[in-house]
């Protein structure tokens, strides 16, 4: 069956360490995938995209890798802050595709102590 | 500067009561989508409509109806609400690029049956 798994238990670090979030989906193949950030009681918020043909992508703090042949997406925050904490949700777009639909996961929470 | 707005931001409604959730998008997005996510848990895509044409996913409830009258707007009526319907419910757009789409979300209705 196709399933999209993050890590369920909430990662707790400290403010100034990477975190590192991961990704796992089986018998997808996806076009691209994307991740996106969710405050309690709000709407997902986009981050970043990384297509099947890409390796690495990166925003600011943000980083994303994408390995096809693991199957795995990893999600890093560089120097991470208090604010960064949050849900953060990874969601696939899979291949021959209509309406850009996603498959997201449920989420990994991420909390950042002071 | 709200991109996808929805109302109410919370609903309370009786068991069995017809219900209307409404989400507007000023971005001119072709596409509209309505989640539902429960607490805990992935977005559960239920429906989506590219321009005009609705498609439905095949596990979403026949309780789950949608209209989409323009561009602008979306609505999502649950016919007989249970009390497995109680949930954050998130509308999103998108507009289909070649290059990949990242999908807006509004602030989401939770809805609570009682």
Same mark, same amino acid.
């Given at each position: 069956?196709?399933?999209?798994?993050q890590n369920s238990e909430a990662l707790n670090i400290?403010?100034?360490?990477?975190?590192?979030?991961?990704?796992?989906?089986?018998?997808?193949?996806?076009?691209?995938?994307?991740?996106?950030?969710?405050?309690?009681?709000?709407?997902?918020?986009?981050?970043?995209?990384?297509?099947?043909?890409?390796?690495?992508?990166?925003?600011?703090?943000?980083?994303?890798?994408?390995?096809?042949?693991?199957?795995?997406?990893?999600?890093?925050?560089?120097?991470?802050?208090?604010?960064?904490?949050?849900?953060?949700?990874?969601?696939?777009?899979?291949?021959?595709?209509?309406?850009?639909?996603?498959?997201?996961?449920?989420?990994?929470?991420?909390?950042?102590?002071? | 500067?709200?991109?996808?707005?929805?109302?109410?931001?919370?609903?309370?409604?009786?068991?069995?009561?017809?219900?209307?959730?409404?989400?507007?998008?000023?971005?001119?997005? *072709?596409?509209?989508?309505?989640?539902?996510?429960?607490? +805990?848990?992935? $977005?559960?895509?239920? %429906?989506?409509?590219? #321009?005009?044409?609705?498609? *439905?996913?095949?596990?979403?409830?026949?309780?789950?109806? +949608?209209?989409? $009258?323009?561009?602008? %707007?979306?609505?999502? #009526?649950?016919?007989?609400?249970?009390?497995?319907?109680?949930?954050?419910?998130?509308?999103?757009?998108?507009?289909?690029?070649?290059?990949?789409?990242?999908?807006?979300?509004?602030?989401?209705?939770?809805?609570?049956?009682?």
């Amino acid at each position: 069956s196709q399933k999209i798994e993050q890590n369920s238990e909430a990662l707790n670090i400290q403010e100034g360490k990477t975190a590192t979030l991961t990704c796992n989906y089986t018998n997808y193949s996806p076009a691209y995938l994307q991740w996106y950030r969710q405050d309690p009681g709000r709407g997902p918020v986009f981050l970043l995209l990384i297509r099947e043909n890409e390796k690495e992508k990166r925003k600011e703090r943000l980083k994303v890798t994408f390995d096809t042949t693991l199957k795995q997406s990893l999600f890093h925050i560089t120097a991470s802050q208090p604010a960064d904490s949050a849900t953060y949700l990874c969601a696939l777009a899979p291949i021959y595709n209509q309406g850009g639909k996603l498959i997201f996961g449920q989420g990994t929470e991420l909390s950042v102590k002071p | 500067d709200a991109m996808v707005i929805q109302n109410p931001r919370y609903q309370v409604t009786q068991f069995g009561k017809p219900v209307t959730l409404s989400c507007s998008q000023t971005l001119n997005h *072709n596409v509209m989508y309505w989640y539902q996510q429960k607490s +805990s848990q992935a $977005p559960k895509l239920l %429906f989506h409509y590219y #321009d005009k044409d609705f498609n *439905n996913e095949a596990d979403t409830p026949d309780n789950f109806q +949608s209209r989409r $009258p323009n561009t602008s %707007f979306c609505f999502l #009526d649950i016919r007989s609400p249970g009390l497995g319907d109680a949930a954050m419910y998130l509308c999103a757009t998108s507009r289909l690029l070649k290059q990949g789409y990242e999908q807006y979300f509004g602030p989401g209705t939770r809805l609570t049956v009682t």
